[in-house]
């Protein structure tokens, strides 16, 4: 089974809470990790990861640029780049910007002289897999700066992680996802068979996992929500209130602890550094919801 | 003048320095707020503010005259979004969520009208007027699609239409191409950051992209009692980005986030940590 972790917006703890879920699930359950935020990945580090057995990188990105020797400065490519990229440098020559290209090879295409524009392949990132010492394998994202096409990363990612399912007799792909809606979180959500959202009861939480659950529901998934932080802001019920109307089960809230962030500076899952905390205790009873509802 | 704020990963406090520092600059320039986080943008709620002024931002889409299309395939080749399959015959077909609107396959197509001018909606963009005395210029991508890319440039260009002196951009988080292109043409660029082993490897990456493009860098930390700030100052020297701020955890700054009131219009004492932001980037700004 293959269950996202989406939340629309950074911040509201989706790692830490993916970090102690896959803590509490490993040991009934055969498991793999992803983490799909390819611009801030930090599962791993989460889960105590400092080395990587192997990595690839990832060669898709496509970049274009031009040779000034052969450019005549005609101004065609730049008036014709759909995301304003080229730019006129100092000297007066026509210079692609290599971290907003999108490498969709339309100057190359409206260039009058041949050759002078060259769509190259360049880096786009690494892809990692290692062994967390808590027995199960993740795969982890790194983009390059300035690169387009995380999402790429993304489904590169997920299909390693099914054929390391496929050798290793593995059953639940666990997929963190970045925050946004789009192509990474597209990327996790599509071919999930369950999106669990995490939001806090604040406007702006609420404003993104609402929008996020509108990227779930094209896919057709069924969504759960868990609410962290739930006791920060005691007046605001509208979470609450839009889970109940669309009908979304609340798998359960997580106070807010002291314990968390003290767990982050540690590294460490906090179900793991304080298992007695308040938090432990709630996320406790969200596996066991999850083993009950989700996985069965 | 453009001044940047980003964060290298979500939820380091971006968007409330943003909203502060812009209610306490608006005081001395005419002010525009460009909110480009256009997956998640959140400085409206945070400003306690409707969006106005809606626009709707299209993208071309091809549309084929199979009247006129001599199946010759050279649009689904040219598309490097692999957007446009062909049949064995030759017949094109769109997959229109892969498609970026790039005209690619428009400009290789050598039967004339063979494709059409086709658009998508994708999202929007928003001009809404503050009671704090600024502009907030918000882009907004829509649900199911995938790149914010043309997003950030519609808001930008939406925003060249408008009049101001001080431009104040808040990023996505990440460090991928589209918060380059919301940081292109920035004289500033300010990272929020927590002291947190998470937050310092994030920062790192903003610090290399502001490095990258040439901008001078500086580092707010929030949380700062949650870590090891030592750490931070150390990773900033690195990159040659100045600490110009430390933000304690606080109940007050948690307060004025969720009730939409920037905390700068306050009593709270932490509201003289925000103005002090503030106060330089105003002298950085006077040179
Ligand atoms: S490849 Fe596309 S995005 Fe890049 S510079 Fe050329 S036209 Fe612009
Ligand atoms: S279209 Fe070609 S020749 Fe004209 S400015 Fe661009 S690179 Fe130079
Ligand atoms: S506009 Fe660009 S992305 Fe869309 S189908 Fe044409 S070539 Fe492909
Ligand atoms: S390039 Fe034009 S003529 Fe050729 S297959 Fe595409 S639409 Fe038809």
Redesign the interface.
Known sequence: MQIVIAS?????GK?TVTASLLYLLKDEYRLIAVDADA??P?LG??LGVTEWEEEREHIGA?IARINTETCIRCGICQM?C???CIYVDDEGNYVV?E????????CG??CPVPGTIT?EQVRSGVIRRAITKYGFPIISAQ?D????E??KLVTEEKEWAKQIMKEQNLEHMIVDS??????Q??ASVGGADVAILIAEP???SL??VQ??Y??VQ?FHEPAYLIINKAD??PG?TKLREWAEQEGIPILGEIPYDSAI?KS??M?RPFIEAFPESKASQAIREIAEAIKQEIIK | MQIAISG??????K?TVAINVAVELAKRFKLILADL?V??P?DH??LGVELQNEEEVNQFMPKFDYSKCIKCRKCAE?C??HAIITLKDGTPFLMPTLC?????CE??CPVPGAIQEGSRLIGHTYVTPTPYGFTLVTGK?R????????LV?AAKKRLKNLDYELLIVDT??????????AI?GSQLLIAVTEP???GI??TE?IL??GK??GIETWVVIN?AD???VNEVYERAERYNAKVIAEIPYSENI?KT??S?TPIVTTDYPEAEIFRGIAERIYEFLRG
């Open positions: 629309g917006k950074g911040g509201v790692s611009e801030a930090n580090l989460l496509k014709r759909p995301y304003e910007n971290l907003t290209c999108e490498g969709c090879n339309v295409l409206v769509l983009l700066v300035g690169r387009p995380s999402g970045a925050a946004g809606i789009g192509c979180v597209i604040t406007p702006a404003s993104d929008r996020v509108k990227v094209h920060i802001n605001f962030p982050m500076s590294l | 290298g990963k979500g939820g380091t406090g968007s986080d997956e998640a959140n709620l945070l040219v490097e979004e970026s609107g790039c005209r690619a400009i290789v991508l649900e199911g699609e995938e790149r914010s890319m043309p440039v996505a988080a990440g460090t991928g191409n589209t918060v380059s292109k292109e947190t082993p998470l490897h994030d990456l290399q992209l990258l493009m949380r949650l870590g090891d948690v986030y969720v939409g």
